[in-house]
């Protein structure tokens, strides 16, 4: 287990190995471990806790048309993903910022933080709101699990 103070060098990958004939399995992935590279200028470290799994998933694993892009094979799987800023070298993200993006099924991400929709920092008082809004808290008790 990684100390505080220490941030993993070793990124872990779910790669879209093959493309799925019904289901997909196992079989169409892989897990490929890759060392972080040291970040450039205006990038972002960030270790993923949170990945979203959603349907749309499915139609990007095959090649044909559909209203989103394919996802390449032999690439990380594609997925909006909630994550801590483990080193910055961009002015607007700090060393534990909690941010959103679309990191994909991996450990981590480096990103360049000034490309368009790739990554922001995380609003909890709008999350909060938005559950407050589907009624799944008390105000007295606090967010209900």
Not at 34 to 49: F, K, M, T, Y
Request: one cysteine or more; charged letters at 20%.
């Amino acid at each position: 287990m990684p100390t505080k103070d220490c941030i993993m060098t070793v990124n872990k990958q779910i790669i879209l190995d093959s493309r799925p004939e019904g289901a997909a399995s196992t079989r169409n992935f892989v897990l490929r471990e890759q060392a972080i590279p040291d970040l450039r200028d205006g990038q972002v470290l960030v270790r993923h806790l949170f990945l979203s799994l959603d349907p749309y998933m499915r139609g990007r694993m095959n090649a044909g048309k559909s209203y989103a892009q394919a996802q390449a094979l032999g690439e990380v799987m594609i997925g909006g993903t909630v994550g801590v800023v483990e080193a910055s070298k961009h002015a607007r993200f700090k060393v534990g910022d909690t941010v959103v993006g679309m990191g994909g099924w991996q450990t981590h991400s480096v990103v360049d933080a000034d490309a368009r929709e790739m990554i922001r920092l995380f609003d909890a008082n709008g999350a909060e709101h938005g559950i407050r809004c589907f009624g799944m808290n008390d105000p007295q008790q606090g967010i209900v699990h």
